[in-house]
Protein backbone atom coordinates (compact mmCIF):
# COMPACT_ATOMS: atom_id res chain seq x y z
CA UNK A 1 0.00 0.00 0.00
CA UNK A 2 2.96 2.32 0.59
CA UNK A 3 4.47 1.75 -2.70
CA UNK A 4 0.77 2.63 -4.35
CA UNK A 5 0.99 5.98 -2.11
CA UNK A 6 4.66 6.32 -3.38
CA UNK A 7 3.76 6.35 -7.08
CA UNK A 8 -0.02 8.35 -6.95
CA UNK A 9 -0.24 11.52 -8.60
CA UNK A 10 -2.64 13.05 -6.20
CA UNK A 11 0.31 15.29 -4.73
CA UNK A 12 1.22 16.42 -8.33
CA UNK A 13 -2.90 16.98 -8.80
CA UNK A 14 -3.25 19.02 -5.93
CA UNK A 15 -0.34 21.43 -6.35
CA UNK A 16 -1.65 22.57 -10.12
CA UNK A 17 -3.25 25.22 -8.79
CA UNK A 18 -0.50 26.79 -6.46
CA UNK A 19 1.64 28.88 -8.97
CA UNK A 20 -0.45 29.46 -12.07
CA UNK A 21 1.31 32.73 -13.29
CA UNK A 22 4.49 31.37 -13.24
CA UNK A 23 3.80 27.97 -14.40
CA UNK A 24 2.10 29.21 -17.19
CA UNK A 25 4.64 31.79 -18.36
CA UNK A 26 6.75 29.37 -17.88
CA UNK A 27 5.12 26.31 -19.66
CA UNK A 28 4.89 28.63 -22.93
CA UNK A 29 8.87 29.42 -23.03
CA UNK A 30 10.12 25.72 -22.60
CA UNK A 31 7.60 25.00 -25.49
CA UNK A 32 9.26 27.42 -27.60
CA UNK A 33 12.86 26.35 -26.41
CA UNK A 34 11.82 22.76 -26.57
CA UNK A 35 10.20 22.94 -30.19
CA UNK A 36 13.52 22.95 -32.51
CA UNK A 37 14.97 20.16 -29.90
CA UNK A 38 12.16 17.95 -30.49
CA UNK A 39 12.64 18.20 -34.31
CA UNK A 40 16.18 17.74 -34.09
CA UNK A 41 15.57 14.81 -31.97
CA UNK A 42 12.61 13.33 -34.06
CA UNK A 43 15.28 13.72 -37.06
CA UNK A 44 17.94 11.48 -34.55
CA UNK A 45 16.36 8.69 -33.93
CA UNK A 46 14.82 8.16 -37.83
CA UNK A 47 11.64 8.51 -36.83
CA UNK A 48 10.94 11.47 -38.52
CA UNK A 49 10.83 14.98 -36.93
CA UNK A 50 7.17 14.75 -35.93
CA UNK A 51 7.85 12.10 -34.02
CA UNK A 52 10.16 13.84 -32.07
CA UNK A 53 7.15 16.76 -31.48
CA UNK A 54 4.82 14.16 -30.37
CA UNK A 55 7.38 12.68 -27.54
CA UNK A 56 8.10 15.79 -26.25
CA UNK A 57 3.60 16.07 -25.90
CA UNK A 58 3.32 12.90 -24.25
CA UNK A 59 6.60 13.78 -22.07
CA UNK A 60 5.05 17.02 -20.78
CA UNK A 61 1.45 16.01 -20.41
CA UNK A 62 2.39 12.75 -19.39
CA UNK A 63 5.64 13.20 -17.82
CA UNK A 64 4.12 16.30 -15.64
CA UNK A 65 1.21 15.05 -14.46
CA UNK A 66 2.23 11.38 -12.99
CA UNK A 67 6.02 12.42 -12.37
CA UNK A 68 7.63 12.71 -9.22
CA UNK A 69 9.97 15.55 -9.55
CA UNK A 70 7.51 19.01 -9.42
CA UNK A 71 9.67 20.97 -11.64
CA UNK A 72 10.44 17.88 -14.06
CA UNK A 73 9.99 18.48 -17.55
CA UNK A 74 10.44 15.15 -20.11
CA UNK A 75 10.50 14.39 -24.12
CA UNK A 76 13.17 13.33 -26.15
CA UNK A 77 16.30 13.52 -25.06
CA UNK A 78 19.98 12.50 -27.17
CA UNK A 79 20.73 9.54 -24.56
CA UNK A 80 17.20 8.21 -25.76
CA UNK A 81 17.00 9.01 -29.30
CA UNK A 82 20.43 7.70 -29.95
CA UNK A 83 19.43 4.93 -28.69
CA UNK A 84 16.10 3.67 -30.56
CA UNK A 85 17.90 4.87 -33.85
CA UNK A 86 20.52 2.10 -33.16
CA UNK A 87 17.59 -0.27 -32.64
CA UNK A 88 16.44 0.88 -35.91
CA UNK A 89 19.26 -0.71 -37.77
CA UNK A 90 17.53 -3.97 -37.55
CA UNK A 91 13.74 -2.83 -37.93
CA UNK A 92 13.08 -1.89 -41.34
CA UNK A 93 10.83 -2.81 -43.71
CA UNK A 94 11.85 -5.20 -46.66
CA UNK A 95 14.09 -3.85 -49.18
CA UNK A 96 12.71 -0.54 -48.81
CA UNK A 97 14.87 0.76 -45.65
CA UNK A 98 12.04 2.44 -44.35
CA UNK A 99 11.76 2.17 -40.18
CA UNK A 100 9.30 0.07 -39.31
CA UNK A 101 7.40 2.07 -37.18
CA UNK A 102 4.74 -0.38 -35.70
CA UNK A 103 8.11 -2.15 -34.48
CA UNK A 104 9.54 1.25 -32.99
CA UNK A 105 6.63 2.43 -30.72
CA UNK A 106 5.45 -0.61 -29.72
CA UNK A 107 9.20 -0.91 -28.06
CA UNK A 108 8.52 2.00 -27.12
CA UNK A 109 5.60 1.45 -25.34
CA UNK A 110 6.66 -1.68 -23.97
CA UNK A 111 9.70 0.19 -22.53
CA UNK A 112 7.18 1.97 -20.60
CA UNK A 113 5.36 -0.97 -19.01
CA UNK A 114 8.54 -2.24 -17.92
CA UNK A 115 9.06 1.63 -16.42
CA UNK A 116 5.71 1.30 -14.32
CA UNK A 117 6.76 -2.38 -13.41
CA UNK A 118 10.29 -1.13 -12.17
CA UNK A 119 8.11 1.61 -9.86
CA UNK A 120 6.29 -1.07 -8.05
CA UNK A 121 9.37 -2.91 -7.04
CA UNK A 122 10.47 0.42 -5.49
CA UNK A 123 14.48 0.05 -6.99
CA UNK A 124 14.68 3.33 -8.63
CA UNK A 125 16.52 4.59 -6.07
CA UNK A 126 19.60 2.49 -6.70
CA UNK A 127 20.07 5.16 -9.73
CA UNK A 128 22.17 7.15 -6.51
CA UNK A 129 24.36 4.60 -6.22
CA UNK A 130 25.74 5.11 -10.37
CA UNK A 131 29.50 5.96 -10.22
CA UNK A 132 30.25 9.29 -11.49
CA UNK A 133 33.03 8.00 -13.90
CA UNK A 134 29.78 6.16 -15.61
CA UNK A 135 27.99 9.22 -16.05
CA UNK A 136 30.66 11.57 -17.51
CA UNK A 137 32.23 8.55 -19.80
CA UNK A 138 28.20 8.03 -21.69
CA UNK A 139 27.21 11.44 -21.71
CA UNK A 140 30.72 12.14 -23.31
CA UNK A 141 30.05 9.31 -25.44
CA UNK A 142 26.74 10.61 -26.68
CA UNK A 143 27.95 14.11 -27.40
CA UNK A 144 30.12 12.32 -29.35
CA UNK A 145 27.87 10.13 -31.23
CA UNK A 146 25.22 13.22 -31.80
CA UNK A 147 27.93 15.10 -33.29
CA UNK A 148 29.03 12.61 -35.80
CA UNK A 149 25.85 11.32 -36.70
CA UNK A 150 24.71 14.93 -37.94
CA UNK A 151 27.96 15.76 -40.43
CA UNK A 152 26.03 14.59 -43.42
CA UNK A 153 22.84 16.60 -42.58
CA UNK A 154 25.08 19.59 -41.61
CA UNK A 155 26.74 19.71 -45.30
CA UNK A 156 23.27 18.69 -46.94
CA UNK A 157 23.42 15.05 -47.33
CA UNK A 158 21.10 12.30 -46.61
CA UNK A 159 22.04 11.08 -42.68
CA UNK A 160 23.42 7.78 -42.23
CA UNK A 161 22.01 6.00 -39.84
CA UNK A 162 24.97 4.35 -38.02
CA UNK A 163 28.17 6.36 -36.87
CA UNK A 164 30.47 3.72 -38.26
CA UNK A 165 28.96 4.48 -41.48
CA UNK A 166 29.61 7.72 -40.89
CA UNK A 167 33.24 7.69 -40.35
CA UNK A 168 33.49 5.00 -43.12
CA UNK A 169 31.94 7.24 -45.54
CA UNK A 170 33.58 10.46 -44.60
CA UNK A 171 36.27 10.62 -47.80
CA UNK A 172 32.61 10.31 -49.85
CA UNK A 173 31.00 12.84 -47.80
CA UNK A 174 33.53 15.16 -48.23
CA UNK A 175 33.72 15.22 -51.81
CA UNK A 176 29.66 15.47 -52.32
CA UNK A 177 29.38 18.68 -49.88
CA UNK A 178 26.55 21.05 -51.18
CA UNK A 179 27.92 24.31 -50.18
CA UNK A 180 24.06 25.91 -50.04
CA UNK A 181 23.84 23.87 -47.01
CA UNK A 182 26.82 25.11 -44.95
CA UNK A 183 25.22 29.16 -45.80
CA UNK A 184 22.56 27.36 -43.58
CA UNK A 185 24.82 25.43 -40.96
CA UNK A 186 27.68 27.35 -40.80
CA UNK A 187 25.34 30.84 -39.65
CA UNK A 188 23.21 28.78 -37.51
CA UNK A 189 26.08 27.66 -35.33
CA UNK A 190 27.36 30.98 -35.20
CA UNK A 191 24.62 32.08 -34.18
CA UNK A 192 24.10 29.51 -31.02
CA UNK A 193 27.44 30.32 -29.68
CA UNK A 194 27.23 34.19 -30.22
CA UNK A 195 23.19 34.79 -29.15
CA UNK A 196 23.95 33.69 -25.15
CA UNK A 197 26.60 36.15 -25.51
CA UNK A 198 24.58 38.91 -26.96
CA UNK A 199 21.77 37.70 -23.88
CA UNK A 200 24.77 38.95 -21.50
CA UNK A 201 24.56 42.60 -22.88
CA UNK A 202 21.21 42.96 -23.71
CA UNK A 203 18.81 42.02 -21.59
CA UNK A 204 16.30 41.07 -23.82
CA UNK A 205 17.81 39.17 -25.93
CA UNK A 206 18.67 36.51 -22.98
CA UNK A 207 14.98 35.63 -22.66
CA UNK A 208 14.61 34.37 -26.39
CA UNK A 209 15.88 30.90 -26.71
CA UNK A 210 19.27 30.72 -28.74
CA UNK A 211 17.65 27.59 -30.55
CA UNK A 212 14.30 29.40 -31.58
CA UNK A 213 16.49 32.22 -33.07
CA UNK A 214 18.46 29.79 -35.19
CA UNK A 215 15.18 27.84 -36.34
CA UNK A 216 13.69 31.03 -37.57
CA UNK A 217 16.70 32.22 -39.06
CA UNK A 218 17.91 29.13 -40.84
CA UNK A 219 14.34 28.40 -42.76
CA UNK A 220 14.30 32.17 -43.67
CA UNK A 221 17.30 32.24 -45.21
CA UNK A 222 17.25 29.08 -46.85
CA UNK A 223 12.98 29.93 -47.98
CA UNK A 224 14.41 33.38 -49.37
CA UNK A 225 17.39 32.02 -51.66
CA UNK A 226 15.44 28.99 -52.51
CA UNK A 227 18.39 26.90 -51.65
CA UNK A 228 18.17 22.94 -52.92
CA UNK A 229 18.77 21.09 -49.81
CA UNK A 230 17.32 18.67 -47.86
CA UNK A 231 14.00 20.00 -45.72
CA UNK A 232 12.08 18.26 -42.45
CA UNK A 233 8.66 18.15 -45.77
CA UNK A 234 10.97 15.74 -48.11
CA UNK A 235 10.64 13.21 -45.36
CA UNK A 236 6.97 14.57 -44.51
CA UNK A 237 6.22 14.37 -47.53
CA UNK A 238 7.40 10.82 -49.20
CA UNK A 239 7.15 8.50 -45.81
CA UNK A 240 4.87 6.82 -43.33
CA UNK A 241 5.44 9.53 -40.87
CA UNK A 242 3.94 12.04 -42.91
CA UNK A 243 0.37 11.15 -41.21
CA UNK A 244 0.46 13.46 -38.19
CA UNK A 245 -2.39 11.95 -36.13
CA UNK A 246 -1.98 8.15 -36.36
CA UNK A 247 -2.76 5.65 -33.37
CA UNK A 248 0.08 3.37 -33.30
CA UNK A 249 -1.59 -0.41 -31.50
CA UNK A 250 1.49 -2.37 -30.22
CA UNK A 251 2.16 -5.59 -31.66
CA UNK A 252 2.67 -7.80 -28.73
CA UNK A 253 2.83 -11.05 -31.24
CA UNK A 254 6.67 -9.96 -31.86
CA UNK A 255 7.38 -9.78 -28.03
CA UNK A 256 10.44 -11.94 -28.31
CA UNK A 257 12.07 -9.31 -30.80
CA UNK A 258 10.95 -6.13 -28.63
CA UNK A 259 11.56 -7.51 -25.26
CA UNK A 260 15.53 -6.88 -25.53
CA UNK A 261 15.48 -3.22 -26.76
CA UNK A 262 12.32 -2.29 -24.41
CA UNK A 263 14.09 -3.36 -21.53
CA UNK A 264 17.37 -1.08 -22.63
CA UNK A 265 14.91 1.40 -23.73
CA UNK A 266 13.30 1.69 -19.72
CA UNK A 267 17.07 1.01 -17.96
CA UNK A 268 18.45 3.99 -20.03
CA UNK A 269 14.96 6.15 -19.11
CA UNK A 270 15.46 5.54 -15.07
CA UNK A 271 19.21 6.40 -15.56
CA UNK A 272 18.65 9.88 -18.17
CA UNK A 273 15.60 10.90 -16.02
CA UNK A 274 16.95 10.43 -12.29
CA UNK A 275 20.20 12.11 -13.11
CA UNK A 276 18.12 15.34 -14.61
CA UNK A 277 15.81 14.93 -11.16
CA UNK A 278 19.16 15.08 -8.86
CA UNK A 279 20.09 18.61 -10.89
CA UNK A 280 16.63 19.85 -10.10
CA UNK A 281 16.78 18.53 -6.57
CA UNK A 282 20.75 20.69 -6.31
CA UNK A 283 18.55 23.77 -7.31
CA UNK A 284 15.57 23.48 -5.71
CA UNK A 285 16.09 21.59 -2.34
CA UNK A 286 13.19 19.68 -3.04
CA UNK A 287 13.89 16.16 -3.15
CA UNK A 288 11.81 14.16 -5.57
CA UNK A 289 10.19 10.62 -5.78
CA UNK A 290 12.32 8.35 -7.70
CA UNK A 291 9.72 5.63 -8.13
CA UNK A 292 6.83 7.93 -8.87
CA UNK A 293 9.19 9.38 -11.24
CA UNK A 294 10.06 6.11 -12.95
CA UNK A 295 5.95 5.81 -13.15
CA UNK A 296 5.73 8.69 -14.71
CA UNK A 297 7.73 8.01 -17.64
CA UNK A 298 6.39 4.45 -17.92
CA UNK A 299 3.13 6.16 -18.76
CA UNK A 300 4.53 8.79 -21.17
CA UNK A 301 6.51 5.99 -22.75
CA UNK A 302 3.20 4.42 -23.04
CA UNK A 303 1.19 7.30 -24.35
CA UNK A 304 4.39 8.03 -26.74
CA UNK A 305 4.55 4.67 -28.23
CA UNK A 306 0.76 4.75 -28.86
CA UNK A 307 0.68 8.72 -30.49
CA UNK A 308 3.69 7.99 -32.46
CA UNK A 309 6.22 9.79 -30.38
CA UNK A 310 10.25 9.57 -29.58
CA UNK A 311 10.81 7.39 -26.65
CA UNK A 312 11.07 10.39 -23.48
CA UNK A 313 13.07 10.75 -20.22
CA UNK A 314 13.25 13.86 -18.15
CA UNK A 315 15.04 16.33 -19.80
CA UNK A 316 18.31 18.45 -18.22
CA UNK A 317 17.96 21.40 -20.07
CA UNK A 318 14.64 22.08 -20.05
CA UNK A 319 14.22 20.86 -16.46
CA UNK A 320 16.74 23.60 -15.68
CA UNK A 321 15.32 26.34 -17.90
CA UNK A 322 11.79 25.80 -16.16
CA UNK A 323 13.21 26.38 -13.07
CA UNK A 324 15.24 29.30 -14.21
CA UNK A 325 11.86 31.00 -15.43
CA UNK A 326 9.68 30.61 -12.54
CA UNK A 327 7.91 27.19 -12.67
CA UNK A 328 7.29 25.57 -9.59
CA UNK A 329 4.63 22.93 -10.26
CA UNK A 330 4.00 20.23 -12.64
CA UNK A 331 1.23 22.55 -14.45
CA UNK A 332 4.35 23.98 -16.24
CA UNK A 333 5.28 20.70 -18.00
CA UNK A 334 1.84 20.03 -19.34
CA UNK A 335 1.57 23.58 -20.62
CA UNK A 336 4.71 23.11 -22.24
CA UNK A 337 3.25 19.59 -23.82
CA UNK A 338 -0.25 21.89 -24.62
CA UNK A 339 1.26 24.42 -26.61
CA UNK A 340 3.17 22.12 -28.50
CA UNK A 341 -0.17 19.84 -29.40
CA UNK A 342 -1.00 23.58 -30.87
CA UNK A 343 1.86 24.04 -32.77
CA UNK A 344 1.56 20.52 -34.22
CA UNK A 345 -1.84 21.16 -35.17
CA UNK A 346 -1.75 24.45 -37.04
CA UNK A 347 1.94 24.59 -38.09
CA UNK A 348 2.75 21.63 -39.71
CA UNK A 349 3.59 23.41 -42.92
CA UNK A 350 5.97 25.84 -41.31
CA UNK A 351 7.39 23.12 -39.70
CA UNK A 352 7.97 21.19 -43.21
CA UNK A 353 10.02 24.34 -44.45
CA UNK A 354 12.89 23.87 -41.69
CA UNK A 355 16.04 22.96 -43.26
CA UNK A 356 17.83 19.89 -42.02
CA UNK A 357 20.79 21.56 -42.06
CA UNK A 358 19.65 24.08 -39.49
CA UNK A 359 18.69 21.21 -37.19
CA UNK A 360 22.00 19.54 -37.68
CA UNK A 361 23.59 22.66 -36.28
CA UNK A 362 21.35 22.68 -33.11
CA UNK A 363 22.15 19.36 -32.79
CA UNK A 364 26.01 19.96 -33.21
CA UNK A 365 25.97 22.63 -30.25
CA UNK A 366 23.98 19.98 -28.24
CA UNK A 367 26.55 17.23 -28.71
CA UNK A 368 28.99 20.20 -27.66
CA UNK A 369 26.79 20.79 -24.44
CA UNK A 370 26.16 17.96 -23.72
CA UNK A 371 29.87 16.35 -22.57
CA UNK A 372 30.77 16.72 -19.18
CA UNK A 373 33.44 19.57 -18.41
CA UNK A 374 33.73 18.42 -14.77
CA UNK A 375 35.65 15.76 -15.39
CA UNK A 376 37.50 16.19 -18.86
CA UNK A 377 40.07 19.13 -17.44
CA UNK A 378 40.73 16.87 -14.27
CA UNK A 379 41.24 13.51 -15.81
CA UNK A 380 45.15 13.24 -15.46
CA UNK A 381 44.98 13.79 -11.32
CA UNK A 382 41.60 11.55 -10.79
CA UNK A 383 42.22 7.96 -9.35
CA UNK A 384 43.02 5.71 -11.62
CA UNK A 385 39.92 3.15 -11.19
CA UNK A 386 37.91 6.42 -11.93
CA UNK A 387 40.08 6.88 -15.35
CA UNK A 388 39.40 3.35 -16.54
CA UNK A 389 35.65 3.32 -16.14
CA UNK A 390 35.15 6.94 -17.66
CA UNK A 391 37.60 5.84 -20.30
CA UNK A 392 35.55 2.20 -21.01
CA UNK A 393 32.50 3.74 -20.79
CA UNK A 394 33.23 6.44 -23.26
CA UNK A 395 34.68 4.51 -26.02
CA UNK A 396 31.94 1.62 -25.88
CA UNK A 397 29.23 3.78 -25.90
CA UNK A 398 30.55 5.68 -29.18
CA UNK A 399 31.43 2.51 -30.63
CA UNK A 400 29.06 -0.33 -29.41
CA UNK A 401 25.57 0.16 -27.52
CA UNK A 402 25.20 2.73 -24.04
CA UNK A 403 23.47 -0.04 -21.69
CA UNK A 404 26.63 -2.49 -22.32
CA UNK A 405 29.01 0.73 -21.43
CA UNK A 406 26.88 1.65 -18.50
CA UNK A 407 26.85 -1.98 -17.46
CA UNK A 408 30.43 -3.05 -17.81
CA UNK A 409 31.76 0.92 -16.51
CA UNK A 410 29.66 -0.28 -13.21
CA UNK A 411 30.82 -4.09 -13.12
CA UNK A 412 34.53 -2.53 -13.14
CA UNK A 413 33.95 0.09 -10.37
CA UNK A 414 32.09 -2.46 -8.44
CA UNK A 415 35.57 -4.69 -8.66
CA UNK A 416 37.53 -1.82 -8.32
CA UNK A 417 36.49 -0.74 -4.60
CA UNK A 418 35.44 -4.25 -3.56
CA UNK A 419 37.81 -3.07 0.14
CA UNK A 420 35.42 0.22 0.42
CA UNK A 421 32.33 -1.85 -0.28
CA UNK A 422 33.41 -4.41 2.52
CA UNK A 423 33.95 -2.53 4.82
CA UNK A 424 30.53 -0.34 3.61
CA UNK A 425 28.63 -3.66 4.58
CA UNK A 426 30.79 -4.64 7.44
CA UNK A 427 31.12 -1.01 9.13
CA UNK A 428 28.43 -1.09 12.55
CA UNK A 429 29.00 3.14 12.56
CA UNK A 430 26.26 5.38 10.92
CA UNK A 431 26.90 8.91 9.78
CA UNK A 432 26.60 10.90 12.63
CA UNK A 433 25.13 14.32 12.36
CA UNK A 434 25.02 16.37 15.85
CA UNK A 435 24.85 19.74 16.77
CA UNK A 436 28.39 20.91 17.67
CA UNK A 437 28.02 20.88 21.51
CA UNK A 438 27.16 17.33 20.95
CA UNK A 439 30.42 16.73 18.67
CA UNK A 440 33.67 15.27 19.29
CA UNK A 441 35.27 18.76 17.91
CA UNK A 442 33.94 20.85 20.94
CA UNK A 443 35.06 18.43 23.24
CA UNK A 444 38.53 18.68 21.67
CA UNK A 445 37.69 22.77 21.96
CA UNK A 446 36.02 23.49 24.61
CA UNK A 447 37.67 27.30 24.78
CA UNK A 448 34.92 27.84 21.81
CA UNK A 449 32.21 27.69 24.29
CA UNK A 450 29.88 30.47 22.60
CA UNK A 451 30.06 28.33 19.34
CA UNK A 452 28.09 25.77 21.46
CA UNK A 453 24.79 27.97 21.92
CA UNK A 454 24.60 28.74 17.84
CA UNK A 455 23.13 27.01 15.30
CA UNK A 456 26.17 24.93 14.10
CA UNK A 457 26.14 21.11 13.13
CA UNK A 458 28.21 18.37 12.36
CA UNK A 459 28.48 15.91 10.22
CA UNK A 460 30.70 13.09 10.81
CA UNK A 461 31.03 10.52 7.62
CA UNK A 462 32.62 7.21 8.97
CA UNK A 463 34.40 5.05 6.01
CA UNK A 464 35.34 5.77 3.00
CA UNK A 465 33.20 8.21 0.84
CA UNK A 466 32.46 6.46 -2.53
CA UNK A 467 29.75 6.00 -4.92
CA UNK A 468 27.91 2.73 -2.83
CA UNK A 469 28.02 5.12 0.63
CA UNK A 470 27.33 9.04 -0.70
CA UNK A 471 23.75 8.58 -0.82
CA UNK A 472 23.33 7.45 3.10
CA UNK A 473 25.61 10.25 3.84
CA UNK A 474 23.21 12.75 1.57
CA UNK A 475 20.73 11.12 3.71
CA UNK A 476 21.68 11.58 6.82
CA UNK A 477 22.05 15.09 6.39
CA UNK A 478 18.61 15.51 5.58
CA UNK A 479 17.48 15.07 8.74
CA UNK A 480 19.28 18.32 10.13
CA UNK A 481 18.12 20.91 12.13
CA UNK A 482 18.23 24.19 10.15
CA UNK A 483 21.33 25.94 11.01
CA UNK A 484 23.56 28.87 9.33
CA UNK A 485 27.08 27.16 9.50
CA UNK A 486 28.06 22.65 8.80
CA UNK A 487 31.30 21.15 9.48
CA UNK A 488 32.15 18.24 7.81
CA UNK A 489 34.27 16.03 9.88
CA UNK A 490 36.36 14.01 7.68
CA UNK A 491 38.47 12.08 10.72
CA UNK A 492 36.88 9.03 9.99
CA UNK A 493 37.46 8.90 6.30
CA UNK A 494 40.56 7.44 4.52
CA UNK A 495 39.54 7.02 0.97
CA UNK A 496 36.92 9.55 -1.18
CA UNK A 497 36.66 8.45 -5.10
CA UNK A 498 35.66 10.99 -7.64
CA UNK A 499 32.08 10.39 -6.91
CA UNK A 500 32.35 11.47 -3.46
CA UNK A 501 34.61 14.63 -4.43
CA UNK A 502 31.63 15.69 -6.57
CA UNK A 503 29.09 14.70 -4.27
CA UNK A 504 30.19 16.90 -1.29
CA UNK A 505 31.47 19.84 -4.03
CA UNK A 506 27.52 19.82 -4.65
CA UNK A 507 26.51 19.53 -1.30
CA UNK A 508 29.08 22.57 -0.24
CA UNK A 509 27.80 24.59 -3.20
CA UNK A 510 24.20 24.23 -2.93
CA UNK A 511 24.54 25.37 0.58
CA UNK A 512 26.47 28.28 -0.14
CA UNK A 513 23.55 29.26 -2.15
CA UNK A 514 21.55 29.21 0.99
CA UNK A 515 23.93 31.38 2.75
CA UNK A 516 24.88 28.40 4.99
CA UNK A 517 28.50 28.38 5.74
CA UNK A 518 30.26 24.72 5.33
CA UNK A 519 33.63 23.81 6.59
CA UNK A 520 35.46 21.22 5.93
CA UNK A 521 38.50 19.84 8.41
CA UNK A 522 40.54 16.99 9.44
CA UNK A 523 41.53 15.78 6.15
CA UNK A 524 44.02 13.17 5.16
CA UNK A 525 46.63 14.48 3.73
CA UNK A 526 45.99 12.47 0.65
CA UNK A 527 42.40 13.15 0.49
CA UNK A 528 43.32 16.72 1.15
CA UNK A 529 45.98 16.77 -2.55
CA UNK A 530 43.25 14.84 -4.62
CA UNK A 531 40.50 17.60 -3.80
CA UNK A 532 43.47 19.94 -4.89
CA UNK A 533 43.61 18.01 -8.10
CA UNK A 534 40.11 18.00 -9.13
CA UNK A 535 39.78 21.26 -8.43
CA UNK A 536 37.42 21.22 -5.23
CA UNK A 537 39.68 23.12 -2.51
CA UNK A 538 39.54 26.42 -5.22
CA UNK A 539 36.13 25.77 -5.70
CA UNK A 540 35.41 25.79 -2.02
CA UNK A 541 37.71 28.42 -1.15
CA UNK A 542 41.24 27.55 1.22
CA UNK A 543 39.71 29.23 4.39
CA UNK A 544 37.29 26.72 4.27
CA UNK A 545 39.44 23.72 4.13
CA UNK A 546 41.47 22.54 7.38
CA UNK A 547 43.40 20.14 8.62
CA UNK A 548 42.69 20.65 12.59
CA UNK A 549 39.36 21.21 13.79
CA UNK A 550 40.35 24.35 15.96
CA UNK A 551 41.49 26.13 12.88
CA UNK A 552 37.83 25.54 11.62
CA UNK A 553 36.19 26.69 14.57
CA UNK A 554 38.28 30.03 14.66
CA UNK A 555 37.59 30.53 10.88
CA UNK A 556 34.18 30.78 12.15
CA UNK A 557 34.37 32.60 15.05
CA UNK A 558 36.63 35.32 13.19
CA UNK A 559 33.10 35.76 11.01
CA UNK A 560 31.25 36.78 14.09
CA UNK A 561 33.02 39.25 14.92
Not at 1 to 25: A, F, T, V
Not at 102 to 114: E, K, M, N, Q, W
Not at 384 to 395: E, K, S
Amino acid sequence: MNQIQEISPWSNIKSLNKNIRGDLLSGITIAIIALPLALAFGEISQLGPVAGIWGAIAGGIFGGLFGGCLVGVSGPTAPKAAQISAFMGFFVIGTSNQPDLVAAFSIIFISGLILVAISFLGISRFIHFTPYPVVAGFMCGIGIIVIITQINAFVGLEVRKDIHDVILSLDNTIQNINIQALYISIPSLIILFVWPQLGKKIEILSKIPAPLITLISGTMMAFTMNFNIPYIGDKMDNSEVVSVFTLYLPDFSRINEFIGPAFALAALAVLDSLLSCKVADNMTGIRHSSDRETFGQGMANMAAGILGGVTTATATMRTVANIKFGGKTPLASIIHGLVLFAILSGLGNIVAMIPNACLAAILFKVGIDIMDYRILPVLKRIPIIDLIVFVIVLFVTVYEDLMIAITIGIVIALFGNLNQIKHAFKSSKKHELSHISESKIFQENKDFLSLSKLPINVLKPHGPIFFGSVEHILKAYSEADKHHTLIIDMRSVKMVDLTGIYALEDLTTTLQKKNIEVHITMLDSKIENLFEGTGFLEKIGLDYISNESQKALNAINSRRV
